[in-house]
């Protein structure tokens, strides 16, 4: 199954999986955020003026996004060396590598429809898709952070509640999203850092009014 307007979003912004999301943290970004990565930050012109804070809203969520996932590589590459068994090492590193090949497409609608799709590749260079489709409603804020509950609906028609945290950058036009994962690579900070993507780079390749269309 194949959602068409996410593979649009896709190709206005990077190569699924061509694009490393590793970037050394920086002061100036809130909480400790790390930058930006070169993948979406490079779509950005060069002349654009510094961005102001915004305050962020509820509605700042509405509207396209595009993400990669992120390791703090300093801390991952410390661990590494620590680690004598050379099984150990590789596991890791394979897991590291197979995280850091995300790249998430997510629409939020103001309606509170929602529809993401994740995409990794794993060592053999095959890659796997998940595409989820609900609802999402804000439930809690705190300055620049935004507790998103999402209601997910299964291809068997089940639902399930998904909790996330989203923390915006100081244009409100990236975001951070911490992720659970495998409990080797928790200590190195793993997020989805996504970037807004323009509604008119989208109207470019998909018609605003229809759904969006399906293939089986």
């Known amino acids: 199954m194949r959602i068409q307007w996410i ?6 912004l990077f190569i699924a999986g061509s694009v490393s999301a590793q970037q050394t943290p920086q ?3 809130p909480s400790n955020l790390p930058a930006v ?3 979406l930050a490079g779509n950005q012109p060069a002349s654009q003026p510094a961005a102001q804070p915004v305050r962020i809203t509820a509605t700042s969520l509405n509207g396209y996004w595009a ?11 410390a661990k590494l060396k620590t680690l004598t068994d050379e ?20 629409a939020l609608q103001p309606t509170g429809q929602m529809v993401s799709e994740i995409e990794v590749t794993d060592a ?4 796997i898709r998940e595409v989820v ?3 999402w409603k804000v439930v809690e804020q705190k300055e620049n952070r935004l507790l998103v509950e999402f209601l997910e609906q299964g291809s068997d028609k089940s639902t399930t509640t998904v909790r996330k945290v989203f923390q915006f950058y100081e244009d409100a036009m990236n975001m951070a999203s911490p992720v659970e994962t495998s409990a080797e690579l928790a200590e190195f900070n793993p997020l989805i850092i996504y970037e807004r993507v323009p509604d008119a780079a ?6 605003p009014v229809a759904p969006p269309k399906i293939d089986r």
């Open 7 to 12: 593979v649009c979003l896709c190709s206005c």
């Open 27 to 29: 002061a100036q970004q």
């Open 37 to 39: 990565p070169a993948a």
């Open 67 to 77: 993400g990669v996932g992120y390791l703090d590589e300093q801390k991952l590459e």
């Open 87 to 106: 099984t150990q090492k590789k596991q890791l590193q394979e897991k590291a590598n197979l995280f850091l090949s995300m790249v998430a497409v997510m």
């Open 124 to 127: 053999a260079g095959k890659p």
């Open 133 to 135: 489709q609900g609802t």
């Open 202 to 207: 989208m109207a470019e390749n998909v018609d």
